[in-house]
């Protein structure tokens, strides 16, 4: 075996998340690079584990693998000796989501599952959540992988990693539609693209083949990458991508085009959560068909194309030292000069059995990423301050710098109906 001992165990967190059968498809894909032992799927919630466990068990039998699959609501028997640590936990689940979207609209604010004063509450009851998960790794597998995609995948990444000694890589599947999009946009099939940013504020700031760079064709054109399809998008125009100088991810309409966002957010029907919670009963019923072994169309609807794709192949540049280069979140380490050390980034690494060695990126000139990145940063490192230490002055400090909060009195006044409305999801704060 490939120095990490003689089994290959991946546990899986939150694999009652419809999500899931993308992981296992993946897996299965990659059964001959990944010589699978037994894979565990951990949850919280009986029902969904029963159903999407259930689809699991038949896609690894119906693709022939000598695997023990073993499902539990045991954290700690899901993590003793596990090689891997896929993390795709959603505290609260969707019914939480939706008030994150929807407690900000009274107040004016965009109400988004990462980005601004929701996005910052999903960072309050998801931080703690996962450094216990990543505690108890410390004890039962501390020699394996954490491997997060929950959201806020870029804030949780950066409180692992400046609080706990676990190995760890944030995900995102936003880089690679980024990536297979523009490449397919331009017809650069094997275009070098460099990403520069943090998770869900991020650019690609070069496009690179057979030793010239396409960026300033791109920008002149207005190009833009492929949405996300959970985000309602109304694309960037050829202005703004040449005003910015670099081609943005659709997350950044969120801050580019904030009005329109909230009025678009404002008149909606259902919240982004809402629809979640229709498709999500939708699938665990095709799920619930036991002659069904394989990955239903209807999941790609959830805005999770590609995950697979992204996580497992991750596992397998790890697990086989492939020296692949892959999006992830890490510490910054030197990687760009304008960020601190211990800043977590998403970038370009070369990953491989010692994990991942950022790829650096040297004299970078654009200011207005730079000052950006900068800027919310600083609000990354206050979200964590909060979430770790249930300070309120660290949150108020952090939702003052948010670029889609700012407002001291309408911060502090939707703050105190968020924390109540999660109440029970937040045991690091002080209740009257």
Same mark, same amino acid.
């Given at each position: ?21 993308? !992981? ?24 969904? &584990? ?18 023990? #699959?073993?499902?539990?609501? /045991? ?23 939706? !008030?994150?979207?929807? $407690?900000?609209?009274? +107040? ?20 703690? #959540? ?29 409180? $692992? ?11 995102? @599947? ?18 070098? !693209? ?20 396409? &960026? ?24 703004? #991508? ?5 081609? %943005?991810?659709?997350?950044?309409? +969120? ?18 959560? =809402? ?12 799920? *619930? ?17 590609? +995950?697979? =794709?992204?996580?497992? *192949?991750?596992?397998?540049?790890? +697990?086989?030292?492939?020296? /692949? #280069?892959?999006?992830? @979140? ?15 980034? /998403? ?18 000139? @654009?200011?207005? $990423? ?56 937040? %045991? ?5």
């Amino acid at each position: 075996m490939r120095d990490m001992g003689t089994a290959l165990k991946i546990a899986i967190i939150g694999a009652g998340s419809t999500y899931t059968p993308e !992981l296992m498809e993946g897996i299965i894909k990659r059964k001959d690079n990944l010589p699978l032992t037994e894979l565990v799927l951990m949850d919280i919630d009986a029902r969904k &584990l029963e159903i999407v466990g259930g689809l699991c068990e038949r896609m690894v039998q119906a693709a022939g693998m000598n695997c023990k #699959v073993v499902k539990t609501m /045991e954290l700690d028997e899901a993590l003793q000796g596990a090689s891997f640590v896929l993390g795709q936990i959603r505290v609260g689940k969707l019914p939480a989501r939706v !008030l994150d979207e929807k $407690i900000p609209l009274k +107040y004016d604010l965009i109400g988004q599952e990462t980005c601004g004063i929701g996005g910052f509450f999903k960072a309050m009851r998801t931080i703690p #959540v996962m450094l216990d998960i990543a505690k108890r790794m410390e004890q039962l597998c501390p020699d394996a992988w954490l491997i997060n995609f929950s959201n806020p995948a870029g804030i949780i990444t950066e409180a $692992i990693l400046n609080h706990t000694n676990v190995k760890m890589l944030g995900l995102c @599947n936003v880089p690679y539609n980024m990536y297979k999009s523009i490449r397919e946009t331009l017809q650069l099939p094997n275009a070098d !693209l460099t990403y520069v940013g943090l998770n869900h504020l991020s650019w690609i700031t070069a496009i690179e083949q057979d030793g010239k760079d396409y &960026l300033k064709d791109a920008l002149e054109m207005g190009l833009n990458s492929e949405a996300m399809k959970n985000i309602p998008s109304s694309g960037f125009s050829q202005e703004l #991508v040449q005003l910015v100088g670099a081609i %943005p991810s659709s997350y950044m309409e +969120y801050y580019y085009f904030k009005d329109k966002k909230l009025k678009l957010l404002k008149d909606s029907e259902q919240s982004r959560g =809402e629809k979640c919670m229709d498709i999500e009963e939708e699938l665990l019923g095709i799920y *619930s068909n036991a002659e069904l072994h394989e990955k239903p169309e209807l999941l790609a609807s959830r805005g999770g194309a590609n +995950y697979s =794709e992204v996580a497992i *192949s991750l596992v397998d540049a790890i +697990y086989n030292d492939k020296q /692949e #280069v892959h999006v992830v @979140n890490l510490l910054n380490g030197g990687a760009l000069d304008f960020m601190e050390h211990n800043d977590a980034i /998403e970038v370009a690494a070369v990953i491989g059995k010692d994990g991942a060695k950022p790829l650096v990126i040297e004299d970078f000139d @654009n200011r207005h $990423i730079i000052d950006y990145m900068r800027m919310v940063k600083a609000y990354e490192r206050e979200t964590v301050a909060a979430a770790v230490e249930g300070s309120e002055e660290a949150a108020m400090r952090a939702l003052m710098m948010n670029p889609l909060v700012g407002d001291y009195n309408t911060a502090l006044a939707c703050f105190r109906e968020l924390k109540e409305a999660h109440k029970e999801y937040l %045991p690091q704060f002080k209740f009257e």
